[in-house]
């Protein structure tokens, strides 16, 4: 059996004046079509031999477009559809059916692959619906059917000299080949960690990111309302959950969000205890170390300074770490930015605040900046410098990494349940959400400058609220990294007793 999806992405003039404004951020495609061909063997009985498409879904929020068609030979699929700005997106599936009496396995996947100029501001992918790669040798036995995704996006580009400019016209292919099993068919082990935690989750329209989580404000597996309709929404764990432990590399983590190409971000927590994931205090940490030594500069908020050609000490520990510990499993890893948001103004009381405490505390400056402030209501995953960026490529982020591990910002730890400390009487304290430690841990979100040039970063307090402190203090280092976005677990619940496995 032969299978392809062809697509061709044009840039539409017909809104010519809406594009010249749009192309300031991003620039237009038309995905013209797709298709999923198969071609029946001669030399098997066709009553024996019945591998065919059914049920095409398109995704929510999804660009408006010409309806995916299915041939009239069931071997095919078609669509057409015109995107115009950044994250705009469209996602069908198409389930592939074995209605006969023969196994079939996977021969092949061929698949278009973008050049390094259409990376930098386009994604195409073909994956089974659970975001899991469709590898040779997966079997379909008769019966069981399959449901491939396939999304064209437009990336939420940084640096927009990277976006193409003028008509654009790219032609992409792929094609599946089935054939008959000859006993190598290997039946695929369907656990998405993705898939798992999306089966759990809810959208967070009734939660107050301004008070700490609670039974009653924010307390399991939730998606950030505004990300629902992007390829990838985000799916974060709030409150005192007690299902986001998994192990993997020989260590314990904690899930604390997904990532916007599906990925699973984590915090380390320790190493397992008889298959158990139950650390606290200083095991939870891979040691205690200052951010930077020095604190009479602010660019030693920095997780790297100097133009980025130089460490901080906190990065330092981190890499030594993972040198020692996780590169045997890089593959398992994605590289997802991590950020050090460094953009700031200027205001009286201190020299200057930067942008993660504008979020936590408001606008005002001053010395009486917290009390007369609200903590934080709005959620940023992102920054806007890319020197801000942290990536082992060059196409998502500075490029300066030399390992994918990072930190917690102060923005996730919102999420996760956490606030800010604005006075003794309404401290924001919180010992009830799953990244209280009983310690004082960093983050990598910068805080404030001092007029005397003492440079602050933001951490989490040791009685759970979010505050900040001198970078030249001493607090616990918890790396940060993603699993990438096909991950699988082999067993498990995620619970504390029977954690997620990802890795024997």
Same mark, same amino acid.
Request: charged share 20%; net charge negative; hydrophobic share 35%.
């Given at each position: 059996?032969?299978?392809?999806?062809?697509?061709?992405?044009?840039?539409?003039?017909?809104?010519? &004046?809406?594009?010249?404004? #749009? +192309?300031?951020? *991003?620039?237009?495609?038309?995905? /013209? =079509?797709?298709? $999923?061909?198969?071609?029946?063997?001669?030399?098997?009985?066709?009553?024996?031999?019945?591998?065919?498409?059914?049920?095409?879904?398109?995704?929510?929020?999804?660009?408006?477009?010409?309806?995916?068609?299915?041939?009239?030979?069931?071997?095919?699929?078609?669509?057409?559809?015109?995107?115009?700005?950044?994250?705009?997106?469209?996602?069908?599936?198409?389930?592939?059916?074995?209605?006969?009496?023969?196994?079939?396995?996977?021969?092949?996947?061929?698949?278009?692959?973008?050049?390094?100029?259409?990376?930098?501001?386009?994604?195409?992918?073909?994956?089974?619906?659970?975001?899991?790669?469709?590898?040779?040798?997966?079997?379909?036995?008769?019966?069981?059917?399959?449901?491939?995704?396939?999304?064209?996006?437009?990336?939420? &580009?940084?640096?927009?000299? #990277? +976006?193409?400019? *003028?008509?654009?016209?790219?032609? /992409? =292919?792929?094609? $599946?080949?089935?054939?008959?099993?000859?006993?190598?068919?290997?039946?695929?082990?369907?656990?998405?960690?993705?898939?798992?935690?999306?089966?759990?989750?809810?959208?967070?329209?009734?939660?107050?990111?301004?008070?700490?989580?609670?039974?009653?404000?924010?307390?399991?597996?939730?998606?950030?309302?505004?990300?629902?309709?992007?390829?990838?929404?985000?799916?974060?764990?709030?409150?005192?959950?007690?299902?986001?432990?998994?192990?993997?590399?020989?260590?314990?983590?904690?899930?604390?969000?997904?990532?916007?190409?599906?990925?699973?971000?984590?915090?380390?927590?320790?190493?397992?205890?008889?298959?158990?994931?139950?650390?606290?205090?200083?095991?939870?940490?891979?040691?205690?170390?200052?951010?930077?030594?020095?604190?009479?500069?602010?660019?030693?908020?920095?997780?790297?300074?100097?133009?980025?050609?130089?460490?901080?000490?906190?990065?330092?520990?981190?890499?030594?770490?993972?040198?020692?510990?996780?590169?045997?499993?890089?593959?398992?890893?994605?590289?997802?930015?991590?950020?050090?948001?460094?953009?700031?103004?200027?205001?009286?009381?201190?020299?200057?605040?930067?942008?993660?405490?504008?979020?936590?505390?408001?606008?005002?400056?001053?010395?009486?900046?917290?009390?007369?402030?609200?903590?934080?209501?709005?959620?940023?995953?992102?920054?806007?410098?890319?020197?801000?960026?942290?990536?082992?490529?060059?196409?998502?982020?500075?490029?300066?990494?030399?390992?994918?591990?990072?930190?917690?910002?102060?923005?996730?730890?919102?999420?996760?349940?956490?606030?800010?400390?604005?006075?003794?009487?309404?401290?924001?304290?919180?010992?009830?959400?799953?990244?209280?430690?009983?310690?004082?841990?960093?983050?990598?979100?910068?805080?404030?400058?001092?007029?005397?040039?003492?440079?602050?970063?933001?951490?989490?307090?040791?009685?759970?609220?979010?505050?900040?402190?001198?970078?030249?203090?001493?607090?616990?280092?918890?790396?940060?990294?993603?699993?990438?976005?096909?991950?699988?677990?082999?067993?498990?619940?995620?619970?504390?007793?029977?954690?997620?496995?990802?890795?024997?």
């Amino acid at each position: 059996m032969r299978s392809s999806f062809r697509s061709n992405t044009k840039r539409s003039m017909s809104f010519f &004046v809406i594009i010249l404004f #749009v +192309l300031l951020m *991003g620039v237009g495609f038309a995905y /013209l =079509s797709q298709s $999923l061909k198969i071609n029946n063997t001669a030399t098997i009985a066709m009553n024996a031999w019945n591998v065919h498409l059914e049920n095409v879904v398109v995704r929510d929020g999804s660009v408006a477009a010409t309806a995916p068609i299915i041939g009239n030979d069931k071997i095919s699929v078609t669509a057409s559809v015109t995107l115009s700005k950044p994250l705009d997106f469209y996602e069908y599936s198409v389930d592939v059916v074995n209605e006969g009496t023969l196994d079939a396995k996977l021969d092949t996947l061929i698949k278009t692959t973008l050049t390094e100029e259409q990376k930098k501001y386009l994604n195409y992918t073909i994956t089974y619906k659970d975001h899991t790669e469709i590898k040779q040798n997966d079997l379909l036995a008769p019966g069981e059917r399959e449901t491939i995704r396939i999304v064209i996006e437009i990336k939420d &580009v940084v640096d927009a000299s #990277v +976006l193409p400019s *003028g008509e654009v016209t790219i032609n /992409l =292919s792929g094609q $599946l080949n089935y054939v008959q099993d000859d006993g190598k068919g290997i039946k695929r082990n369907t656990n998405s960690l993705y898939e798992q935690i999306a089966k759990e989750t809810q959208i967070d329209t009734s939660i107050n990111f301004g008070a700490i989580s609670s039974d009653t404000n924010g307390l399991g597996v939730y998606t950030l309302e505004r990300t629902v309709n992007t390829a990838n929404p985000v799916l974060y764990y709030r409150g005192a959950v007690e299902n986001n432990n998994v192990i993997f590399g020989g260590f314990c983590w904690k899930i604390i969000r997904t990532t916007e190409t599906g990925g699973i971000k984590m915090i380390y927590n320790g190493t397992p205890t008889d298959g158990m994931c139950n650390a606290t205090g200083d095991a939870t940490e891979i040691g205690k170390s200052a951010f930077n030594t020095e604190n009479n500069d602010p660019k030693y908020v920095g997780y790297m300074y100097d133009d980025n050609t130089k460490d901080s000490t906190i990065k330092g520990v981190i890499d030594e770490w993972f040198s020692n510990n996780l590169v045997d499993y890089l593959s398992y890893l994605e590289d997802t930015p991590f950020y050090n948001e460094r953009d700031y103004v200027e205001g009286e009381g201190y020299l200057i605040s930067y942008s993660p405490r504008q979020r936590m505390w408001g606008n005002k400056m001053g010395q009486d900046y917290y009390a007369e402030t609200v903590p934080n209501t709005t959620i940023k995953l992102g920054a806007t410098e890319k020197n801000d960026i942290f990536t082992i490529s060059g196409n998502m982020g500075n490029g300066t990494l030399t390992y994918p591990v990072g930190l917690l910002t102060s923005d996730e730890a919102v999420l996760a349940g956490a606030r800010g400390w604005i006075s003794d009487d309404n401290p924001g304290k919180n010992e009830s959400y799953y990244l209280y430690t009983g310690l004082l841990y960093w983050t990598s979100s910068p805080n404030y400058v001092r007029v005397d040039g003492s440079t602050h970063m933001i951490y989490i307090h040791n009685t759970g609220y979010i505050g900040g402190t001198f970078v030249s203090d001493i607090g616990g280092v918890r790396p940060v990294v993603s699993l990438q976005p096909t991950t699988v677990f082999i067993s498990g619940n995620g619970s504390s007793t029977t954690p997620y496995t990802i890795t024997n």
